[in-house]
Every structure is written in structure tokens, then in C-alpha cells.
């Protein structure tokens, strides 16, 4: 079943500007992973935030956690159009069973 | 770098024959996992495994099964392909153990006629 549900399901911005997408979740989980996909390809991973942890940066990425809302939030700054892709979170509640994906957000940078 | 390769990019197959995936990754993980991405629906697991010869159902695994003979190896098999079978499908491996990210290949865009 579906675990996460990002939202934006669509989001267009401007070259430079900053994007925000956020993710909600229902059960409790280990960690939570945002990626991402270009157009017909695979997911690349961008990153890991584990269920202790409120924030974390990796160059222009910044995500938060917030278990008590079991939401997230991914934020890229600066953006480029090379970023134009969908971002899926997904998360892992511990099990062997991997990760449940959310349906993604579709993410649009005009230059 | 780890990496996953799928033996397909694309592949047009009819409805009723047998279709077989397969996926190969090179950094002896143990963990694999197979699966399907439409649109609207985003990813469904369909089946993954967690050691060689072993493996569980996930999901939606009606209509599909696996084979993995070998630890890089994990192969996701169509029985009898159907129309609604028609989807990207995409592998992925993880190191044993939680914490991790998977690794995910370009994907099989399966198209069923």
C-alpha cells in the first residue's frame, strides 16, 4: 500500500528560484529517502534522513522531518534547470520489505 | 559506483508469452527488489528477495514471479504476459540491513499487444 504521498503533484518555477515539496506519511518509520527520476529513467537517491534526525543538507538540498506530523519536506535551492525531474519520497518502517514510494512530484524549472 | 543493469531498455512482447526480466548488480548486495511503475500510481513493489533462492511477495505480485539462482542476479518473470502488464519496470538493490539506499536500473518500459 501507499505509505507516502508527496505534494505538489506538479510544480513549475523559475531558473533560480527555490522549490519545495513535501511528502506525508501514516505509520511510524526508520528512516525516509527522497529521490529522483528523470523522464523515463531510473531513481537516483539524493538522501537519507533517519527517524532522529530533523534536518539534514546535502549541497542544495535541505530536508526536513517532523515525525510528530509524519511529514517531510525536501527543498532545493537555486534551482537549475537540470533539476526538472520527479522527486519520490519514500519511506522504510524497519521491515525486510524495502521501501514504500509515494506517487511523486513533478517538478518543472523554466529557464 | 554501484551498478544495476537491466537486459532490456524496451520490450514489446504479446499477450500470452512468457517474458522474462532480468537484472544484475555488481556490488554483492543482498537484498533486490523488483518493480512496477505506472502513471498516477507511482512505484508498486512486486517481489524482492533478501539472499539467493529466497523470496518474498510484495504488493501486487499476481501474475508475475522470480527467480535468483545467483546473488547478482534477480530475474522478475510474466507467466503468461497480459495487456495490463504493459508498465516500466524497474529492479533495484540494497546492502542487507536497514538504514540504506537502493540502487535502481534504467528500467524495461514493457509493452504488452
Known amino acids: 500500500s501507499q505509505q507516502g504521498e508527496e505534494d505538489p503533484q506538479a510544480l513549475s518555477i523559475q531558473e533560480g528560484e527555490n522549490a519545495t515539496m513535501n511528502c506525508s506519511y501514516k505509520?511510524?518509520?526508520?528512516?525516509l529517502q527522497w529521490y529522483r527520476q528523470n523522464s523515463g529513467r531510473g531513481l537516483v537517491h539524493l538522501i537519507l534522513?533517519?527517524?532522529?534526525?530533523r534536518e539534514k543538507h546535502s549541497g542544495r538540498l535541505r530536508v526536513t522531518l517532523d515525525t510528530s506530523k509524519k511529514s517531510s519536506s525536501l527543498l532545493i535551492t537555486a534551482s537549475r534547470a537540470a533539476d526538472t525531474a520527479s522527486y519520490f519520497c519514500?519511506?522504510?518502517?524497519?521491515?525486510?520489505?524495502?521501501?514504500?514510494f509515494g506517487k511523486g512530484t513533478h517538478l518543472i524549472i523554466q529557464p | 559506483d554501484v551498478k544495476v543493469t537491466q537486459s532490456s531498455r524496451y520490450l514489446v512482447k504479446r499477450t500470452g508469452e512468457k517474458v522474462f526480466l532480468e537484472c544484475v548488480q555488481d556490488?554483492?548486495?543482498?537484498?533486490m527488489f523488483w518493480y512496477r511503475q505506472d502513471p498516477g500510481l507511482g512505484l508498486r513493489l512486486i517481489y524482492f528477495?533478501?539472499?539467493?533462492?529466497?523470496?518474498e511477495k510484495g504488493d501486487i505480485p499476481e501474475g508475475y514471479s522470480v527467480s535468483r539462482e545467483k546473488k547478482e542476479r534477480f530475474s522478475l518473470i510474466l507467466e503468461s504476459a497480459s495487456t495490463n502488464q504493459t508498465s516500466m519496470y524497474l529492479c533495484?538493490?540494497?546492502?542487507?540491513?536497514?538504514?540504506?539506499?537502493?540502487?535502481f536500473g534504467p528500467g524495461t518500459r514493457l509493452t504488452v499487444t
Open positions: 534522513i533517519r527517524s532522529n534526525e
Open positions: 519514500a519511506t522504510d518502517r524497519g521491515g525486510a520489505d524495502g521501501l514504500t
Open positions: 505509520t511510524s518509520i526508520n528512516n
Open positions: 528477495s533478501y539472499d539467493v533462492k529466497m523470496k
Open positions: 533495484a538493490s540494497q546492502p542487507y540491513g536497514y538504514q540504506y539506499e537502493q540502487y
Open positions: 556490488m554483492d548486495h543482498e537484498n
